[in-house]
């Protein structure tokens, strides 16, 4: 059986830990009402995950294109393997579109994103009253389809391992 590299599955396995971080912390710091410091703690934390997402999955993408995955399992349809490939490339888009969308949204409500505490990254859109809701809307709508996408990804890798009882999930595990 061939596995992925060592460094693609921390990349793998690191870019879930902090999606799933972040998407969690997401929902947490929309339900808490009023602005209080642990809100406000929250958003520079959630914020702070998006843009490690994006570092992430930048160096992700130039990992993945130096270094070939393994090739597919035999065993498996053509078809499945399409599939495969196609919410891999759905999942790769969202890595980056809800990032983008989250810092745009942030912007755009005229709040700056300062990344660990250390340093403000720059702005590339002004404060827009009118954008801002629809940015908001976009960022929403992308991170529950690709919650969506990730569950379904899950899924299938466990389907894989107990149903199929192929190995496509252990090639990605440590």
Do not use: C
């Not at 902090?18 to 929250?42: C, E, N, Q, R, S």
């Not at 053509?78 to 912007?107: C, E, N, R």
């Amino acid at each position: 059986m061939q596995r992925y590299t060592k460094t693609a599955m921390l990349l793998h396995w690191l870019t879930a830990l902090l999606i799933i971080a972040a998407f969690f912390l997401g929902l947490t710091m929309v339900d808490i009402h009023g602005i209080t410091p642990t809100k406000l703690k929250y958003y520079s934390w959630h914020k702070w995950l998006g843009v490690t997402v994006l570092g992430v999955a930048a160096i992700r993408l130039l990992w993945r294109k130096a270094n070939q995955p393994p090739p597919p399992l035999a065993s498996i349809p053509a078809w499945q393997h399409k599939v495969a490939d196609g919410m891999h490339y759905l999942l790769y888009f969202f890595i980056f579109a809800v990032p983008v969308s989250g810092y745009l949204y942030t912007y755009a409500a005229g709040v700056p994103v300062v990344y660990l505490g250390l340093f403000q990254l720059p702005a590339i859109i002004e404060p827009n009253a009118e954008l801002k809701p629809i940015l908001k809307t976009v960022h929403y709508v992308l991170t529950m389809t690709m919650a969506a996408a990730v569950v379904a990804h899950a899924l299938a890798a466990l389907k894989h391992h107990f149903v199929d009882r192929d190995a496509t999930l252990k090639r990605m595990l440590p």
